[in-house]
């Protein structure tokens, strides 16, 4: 069973930054796509930005430019490195690792990230 832990989160005025992580457990890390979610109040859980194995990366058009995921193979850990926040960035952030070899899908507990002055 693969466990992922976030950390990082916390209240920024607007035009702050954060940066987020996630430790994974287990041991097919580096061969999944990784990802980082997020659900604001009363709204559904949309994608943000996604990282593979072999470290492509996408991201949502709302994020694009301010936003970077990266990830270290090494630490079993995905970062999301967030810049020029804005209130609409608001809400809790999830980890999700995508194992292409078994197809199976896990999450993390979520991070809540606020933006606001």
């Known amino acids: 069973q693969v466990q992922l832990v976030e950390s990082g989160g916390g209240l920024v005025q607007p035009g702050g930054s954060l940066n987020l992580s996630c430790v994974a457990s287990g041991n097919l890390f580096r061969v999944s796509t990784m990802a980082w979610y997020r659900q604001a109040p009363g709204k559904q859980r949309e994608l943000v930005a996604t990282?593979?194995?072999?470290?492509?990366?996408n991201y949502a058009d709302s994020v694009k430019g301010r936003f970077t995921i990266s990830r270290d193979n090494a630490k079993n850990t995905v970062y999301l490195q967030m810049n020029r926040l804005k209130p609409e960035d608001t809400g809790v952030y999830y980890c999700?690792?995508?194992?292409?070899?078994?197809?199976?899908?896990?999450w993390g507990q979520g991070t809540q990230v606020t933006v606001s002055s």
């Open positions: 999700n690792m995508m194992q292409g070899l078994t197809g199976l899908s896990y």
């Open positions: 990282i593979s194995g072999g470290s492509s990366e």
